[in-house]
Protein backbone atom coordinates (compact mmCIF):
# COMPACT_ATOMS: atom_id res chain seq x y z
CA UNK A 1 0.00 0.00 0.00
CA UNK A 2 1.37 3.74 -1.08
CA UNK A 3 1.69 6.31 1.44
CA UNK A 4 -0.64 8.81 1.58
CA UNK A 5 -0.51 11.84 0.76
CA UNK A 6 -4.07 14.89 1.39
CA UNK A 7 -5.23 17.50 0.81
CA UNK A 8 -6.47 20.34 3.04
CA UNK A 9 -8.70 22.92 2.01
CA UNK A 10 -10.13 25.59 4.54
CA UNK A 11 -13.30 26.18 4.26
CA UNK A 12 -13.26 29.19 6.79
CA UNK A 13 -10.16 31.46 7.55
CA UNK A 14 -7.37 30.15 9.37
CA UNK A 15 -4.80 30.98 12.22
CA UNK A 16 -2.14 28.52 12.24
CA UNK A 17 -0.13 30.38 14.99
CA UNK A 18 3.28 31.02 15.29
CA UNK A 19 5.18 30.87 18.88
CA UNK A 20 6.36 34.21 18.86
CA UNK A 21 5.92 37.90 16.62
CA UNK A 22 9.01 39.68 15.14
CA UNK A 23 6.95 42.42 12.71
CA UNK A 24 3.67 44.43 14.07
CA UNK A 25 1.29 41.96 13.89
CA UNK A 26 1.00 40.39 17.32
CA UNK A 27 -0.03 36.99 16.29
CA UNK A 28 1.43 35.86 12.96
CA UNK A 29 1.12 32.15 10.78
CA UNK A 30 3.49 29.81 11.29
CA UNK A 31 5.78 29.81 8.39
CA UNK A 32 8.66 27.56 7.16
CA UNK A 33 11.72 29.00 7.93
CA UNK A 34 13.85 28.87 4.51
CA UNK A 35 10.70 29.79 2.07
CA UNK A 36 9.20 32.05 4.54
CA UNK A 37 5.38 29.81 3.19
CA UNK A 38 2.79 29.50 5.72
CA UNK A 39 2.95 26.34 6.91
CA UNK A 40 0.98 23.73 9.27
CA UNK A 41 2.90 22.92 11.67
CA UNK A 42 3.45 18.52 11.33
CA UNK A 43 3.20 18.42 15.30
CA UNK A 44 -0.33 20.73 15.25
CA UNK A 45 -1.56 18.93 12.22
CA UNK A 46 -1.05 15.42 13.64
CA UNK A 47 -2.77 17.16 17.07
CA UNK A 48 -5.68 17.47 15.33
CA UNK A 49 -5.71 14.72 13.26
CA UNK A 50 -5.40 12.54 16.52
CA UNK A 51 -8.32 14.90 18.44
CA UNK A 52 -10.76 14.25 15.81
CA UNK A 53 -10.08 10.38 16.23
CA UNK A 54 -10.32 10.36 19.79
CA UNK A 55 -13.79 11.68 19.22
CA UNK A 56 -15.04 9.79 16.32
CA UNK A 57 -13.23 6.12 17.48
CA UNK A 58 -11.76 6.35 20.88
CA UNK A 59 -8.63 7.06 22.07
CA UNK A 60 -7.48 3.45 21.89
CA UNK A 61 -7.31 3.70 18.32
CA UNK A 62 -5.57 7.23 18.62
CA UNK A 63 -3.27 5.99 20.25
CA UNK A 64 -2.26 3.23 17.79
CA UNK A 65 -2.19 5.63 14.71
CA UNK A 66 -0.29 8.34 16.29
CA UNK A 67 1.55 6.95 19.11
CA UNK A 68 1.77 8.30 22.94
CA UNK A 69 4.23 8.45 25.52
CA UNK A 70 5.56 5.51 25.46
CA UNK A 71 4.36 3.76 22.31
CA UNK A 72 5.51 5.15 19.12
CA UNK A 73 2.76 5.54 16.51
CA UNK A 74 2.49 3.82 13.24
CA UNK A 75 1.68 7.01 11.14
CA UNK A 76 4.22 9.48 10.34
CA UNK A 77 2.11 13.04 9.95
CA UNK A 78 4.95 16.10 7.76
CA UNK A 79 4.02 19.71 7.71
CA UNK A 80 1.20 21.00 5.87
CA UNK A 81 2.54 22.19 3.14
CA UNK A 82 1.12 25.64 0.92
CA UNK A 83 0.18 24.43 -2.60
CA UNK A 84 -2.46 27.42 -3.71
CA UNK A 85 -3.45 30.29 -2.47
CA UNK A 86 -6.27 32.87 -3.32
CA UNK A 87 -5.52 36.08 -4.42
CA UNK A 88 -7.57 38.98 -4.85
CA UNK A 89 -8.46 39.59 -8.72
CA UNK A 90 -10.15 42.42 -10.81
CA UNK A 91 -11.30 39.61 -13.22
CA UNK A 92 -13.87 37.35 -11.05
CA UNK A 93 -13.35 37.11 -7.01
CA UNK A 94 -9.71 35.58 -6.59
CA UNK A 95 -7.49 33.53 -8.28
CA UNK A 96 -5.74 30.51 -6.95
CA UNK A 97 -2.11 31.09 -7.21
CA UNK A 98 0.93 28.67 -7.19
CA UNK A 99 4.66 29.12 -8.60
CA UNK A 100 7.16 26.64 -9.92
CA UNK A 101 9.05 25.77 -7.22
CA UNK A 102 5.74 24.87 -5.25
CA UNK A 103 4.80 22.51 -8.02
CA UNK A 104 8.14 20.99 -8.00
CA UNK A 105 7.95 20.48 -4.60
CA UNK A 106 4.64 18.64 -4.62
CA UNK A 107 5.46 16.50 -7.63
CA UNK A 108 8.94 15.39 -5.57
CA UNK A 109 6.36 14.67 -2.68
CA UNK A 110 3.98 12.81 -4.86
CA UNK A 111 7.08 10.65 -6.19
CA UNK A 112 8.11 9.85 -2.16
CA UNK A 113 4.51 8.47 -1.27
CA UNK A 114 4.94 6.56 -4.02
CA UNK A 115 2.81 7.62 -6.70
CA UNK A 116 3.98 7.48 -9.81
CA UNK A 117 3.09 10.39 -12.20
CA UNK A 118 3.86 11.56 -16.07
CA UNK A 119 6.27 14.40 -16.33
CA UNK A 120 4.37 17.38 -17.42
CA UNK A 121 7.88 18.87 -18.47
CA UNK A 122 9.64 22.00 -16.74
CA UNK A 123 7.29 25.07 -15.53
CA UNK A 124 9.60 28.31 -16.25
CA UNK A 125 7.58 31.57 -15.86
CA UNK A 126 9.35 34.04 -18.40
CA UNK A 127 9.41 37.34 -15.05
CA UNK A 128 8.19 38.76 -12.30
CA UNK A 129 5.98 40.39 -15.21
CA UNK A 130 4.12 37.14 -16.98
CA UNK A 131 1.87 34.89 -15.46
CA UNK A 132 0.48 31.88 -16.60
CA UNK A 133 -3.21 31.94 -17.10
CA UNK A 134 -6.26 30.72 -19.13
CA UNK A 135 -8.53 34.18 -19.97
CA UNK A 136 -9.53 36.25 -23.26
CA UNK A 137 -7.25 38.93 -22.08
CA UNK A 138 -4.20 39.75 -21.92
CA UNK A 139 -3.50 41.24 -18.51
CA UNK A 140 -4.58 40.48 -15.70
CA UNK A 141 -4.72 42.15 -12.04
CA UNK A 142 -3.33 40.26 -8.64
CA UNK A 143 -3.79 42.75 -6.22
CA UNK A 144 -1.85 45.64 -6.84
CA UNK A 145 0.44 43.77 -9.49
CA UNK A 146 -0.62 43.65 -13.12
CA UNK A 147 0.75 40.74 -15.45
CA UNK A 148 0.88 39.59 -19.14
CA UNK A 149 -0.14 36.41 -20.08
CA UNK A 150 2.58 34.15 -20.66
CA UNK A 151 0.23 31.46 -22.13
CA UNK A 152 -1.54 28.00 -20.58
CA UNK A 153 -0.08 25.47 -22.19
CA UNK A 154 0.50 23.23 -19.00
CA UNK A 155 -1.92 24.38 -16.43
CA UNK A 156 -4.07 21.57 -17.81
CA UNK A 157 -1.40 19.11 -16.64
CA UNK A 158 -0.76 20.94 -13.63
CA UNK A 159 -4.70 21.37 -12.53
CA UNK A 160 -5.23 17.55 -13.05
CA UNK A 161 -2.23 16.76 -11.08
CA UNK A 162 -3.68 19.31 -8.00
CA UNK A 163 -7.47 18.08 -8.53
CA UNK A 164 -7.40 15.05 -6.12
CA UNK A 165 -6.56 17.23 -3.63
CA UNK A 166 -9.71 19.33 -3.49
CA UNK A 167 -12.87 17.61 -1.89
CA UNK A 168 -15.84 19.26 -4.00
CA UNK A 169 -16.53 18.84 -7.60
CA UNK A 170 -17.53 22.43 -8.02
CA UNK A 171 -14.08 23.66 -7.09
CA UNK A 172 -12.37 21.26 -9.59
CA UNK A 173 -14.44 22.47 -11.89
CA UNK A 174 -13.14 25.87 -11.72
CA UNK A 175 -9.79 25.28 -10.87
CA UNK A 176 -8.73 25.70 -14.25
CA UNK A 177 -10.11 28.55 -15.07
CA UNK A 178 -8.88 30.40 -11.99
CA UNK A 179 -5.35 28.64 -11.43
CA UNK A 180 -2.24 31.14 -12.22
CA UNK A 181 1.26 30.66 -12.31
CA UNK A 182 3.50 33.36 -11.12
CA UNK A 183 7.54 33.38 -10.84
CA UNK A 184 8.77 32.28 -7.62
CA UNK A 185 9.92 35.81 -6.31
CA UNK A 186 5.91 37.32 -6.93
CA UNK A 187 4.79 34.15 -4.96
CA UNK A 188 7.20 34.88 -2.01
CA UNK A 189 5.70 37.67 -1.98
CA UNK A 190 2.00 37.42 -1.96
CA UNK A 191 2.86 34.56 0.45
CA UNK A 192 4.52 36.87 2.96
CA UNK A 193 2.08 40.31 2.38
CA UNK A 194 -1.29 38.82 0.67
CA UNK A 195 -2.79 37.74 4.03
CA UNK A 196 -5.40 39.04 5.52
CA UNK A 197 -4.91 40.91 8.82
CA UNK A 198 -7.61 41.34 11.61
CA UNK A 199 -7.68 43.60 14.43
CA UNK A 200 -9.35 41.91 17.29
CA UNK A 201 -10.25 43.14 21.01
CA UNK A 202 -10.98 42.11 24.16
CA UNK A 203 -13.60 44.46 25.96
CA UNK A 204 -13.90 44.99 29.63
CA UNK A 205 -17.18 43.03 31.15
CA UNK A 206 -19.00 45.57 32.47
CA UNK A 207 -17.58 48.73 30.94
CA UNK A 208 -17.62 47.37 27.73
CA UNK A 209 -13.97 49.42 26.88
CA UNK A 210 -10.98 48.14 25.71
CA UNK A 211 -9.03 45.63 27.71
CA UNK A 212 -6.51 44.85 24.87
CA UNK A 213 -5.87 45.29 21.53
CA UNK A 214 -4.14 42.91 18.95
CA UNK A 215 -3.42 42.24 15.46
CA UNK A 216 -3.65 38.59 14.07
CA UNK A 217 -2.83 37.16 10.37
CA UNK A 218 -4.92 34.59 8.64
CA UNK A 219 -5.47 32.61 6.00
CA UNK A 220 -8.09 33.23 3.38
CA UNK A 221 -10.90 30.46 2.76
CA UNK A 222 -9.84 28.03 -0.06
CA UNK A 223 -6.01 27.65 0.61
CA UNK A 224 -4.68 24.60 -0.18
CA UNK A 225 -2.02 22.81 1.79
CA UNK A 226 -1.16 19.15 1.34
CA UNK A 227 0.80 16.38 3.84
CA UNK A 228 2.10 13.68 3.65
CA UNK A 229 1.14 10.52 5.94
CA UNK A 230 3.58 7.59 5.88
CA UNK A 231 3.05 4.41 7.26
CA UNK A 232 5.50 2.75 9.46
CA UNK A 233 6.91 -0.92 7.40
CA UNK A 234 4.51 -3.41 8.13
CA UNK A 235 1.90 -0.77 9.58
CA UNK A 236 0.34 0.25 6.44
CA UNK A 237 -3.21 -0.71 8.23
CA UNK A 238 -3.28 1.94 10.52
CA UNK A 239 -3.24 4.46 7.41
CA UNK A 240 -6.04 2.48 6.06
CA UNK A 241 -7.79 3.04 9.33
CA UNK A 242 -6.83 6.36 10.29
CA UNK A 243 -8.25 7.00 6.08
CA UNK A 244 -11.35 5.30 6.90
CA UNK A 245 -12.09 7.48 9.87
CA UNK A 246 -12.68 10.30 8.03
CA UNK A 247 -14.08 8.67 5.04
CA UNK A 248 -17.70 9.64 5.70
CA UNK A 249 -17.12 12.44 7.21
CA UNK A 250 -13.88 14.57 6.02
CA UNK A 251 -13.59 17.71 8.47
CA UNK A 252 -11.14 18.64 11.00
CA UNK A 253 -10.33 21.96 12.65
CA UNK A 254 -6.75 23.55 12.93
CA UNK A 255 -4.71 26.32 14.50
CA UNK A 256 -6.55 28.28 17.00
CA UNK A 257 -10.00 30.34 17.28
CA UNK A 258 -12.38 27.36 17.21
CA UNK A 259 -14.88 29.72 18.90
CA UNK A 260 -15.33 32.02 16.45
CA UNK A 261 -15.20 29.20 13.40
CA UNK A 262 -11.63 29.20 12.49
CA UNK A 263 -9.67 26.54 10.89
CA UNK A 264 -12.50 24.33 9.58
CA UNK A 265 -10.84 22.03 6.69
CA UNK A 266 -12.17 19.39 4.69
CA UNK A 267 -9.86 16.82 3.72
CA UNK A 268 -8.85 14.85 0.43
CA UNK A 269 -6.89 12.32 -0.08
CA UNK A 270 -4.75 11.73 -3.39
CA UNK A 271 -6.34 8.38 -4.57
CA UNK A 272 -4.30 5.31 -6.11
CA UNK A 273 -6.42 5.88 -9.26
CA UNK A 274 -5.27 8.71 -9.72
CA UNK A 275 -2.45 10.53 -12.84
Known sequence: ????????????????????????????????????????VGSSLKGALRESVEERVGEKWANEIFGAQNQIGNVAITDGRLLLLPVRTLIGHYKWVTCPYILERYFRDLKLTGHEIKSIGKIAIKDEEHAMFRASDEELFLEEIIFTRQGDEVLEKVAEKIKPLIFHQSLRDRLLEQLVLVSDDVFSYYARYGLEVRARNRLESETKTSAGLWYEECLPADTLFYSMLLPRTGREDSLANLMEVFAEKPYIQIGGNETIGQGWCVLSRWGDDEK
Open 1 to 40: MKAGLIGLLNETSMHPGAESSTGVVDLPVAREVNTNYPVL
